[in-house]
Nanobody, 116 residues
Framework: QVQLVESGGGLVQAGGSLRLSCAMS????????MGWYRQPPGKQRELVAT???????NYIDAVKGRFTISRNNTKNTVYLQMNSLKPEDTAVYYC??????????WGQGTQVTVSS
């Protein structure tokens, strides 16, 4: 099985920046696409950004131009650089594999809180 540990969240003012990290371990050799998800309080989890092993990247419109997803395959780590943060970005952020079927296991996530 895969173990996923998110870190880097915190409390920032609007306009600030954070860099999230996702440490991957376990049975990760077959993973192609990884993604960052977020779950605002009282709302459903949504996919924010994806990156394939060869570097193909996609973002939702709400974060384009502000967030940058990257990965270091040697270190088995996925990153999310978040700039120009808005209060609407407040959520628990999770990383996970992105496949045709929704993930069934989630890590603890990391809390991102953006104040007005």
């Amino acid at each position: 099985q895969v173990q996923l540990v998110e870190s880097g969240g915190g409390l920032v003012q609007a306009g600030g920046s954070l860099r999230l990290s996702c440490a991957m371990s376990g049975s990760i050799f077959s993973i192609n696409v990884m993604g960052w998800y977020r779950q605002p309080p009282g709302k459903q989890r949504e996919l924010v950004a994806t990156i394939s092993r060869n570097g193909m990247i996609n973002y939702i419109d709400a974060v384009k131009g502000r967030f940058t997803i990257s990965r270091n395959n040697t270190k088995n780590t996925v990153y999310l650089q978040m700039n120009s943060l808005k209060p609407e970005d407040t959520a628990v952020y999770y990383c996970n594999e992105v496949k045709g079927k929704a993930p069934t296991y989630w890590g603890q996530g990391t809390q991102v809180t953006v104040s007005s």
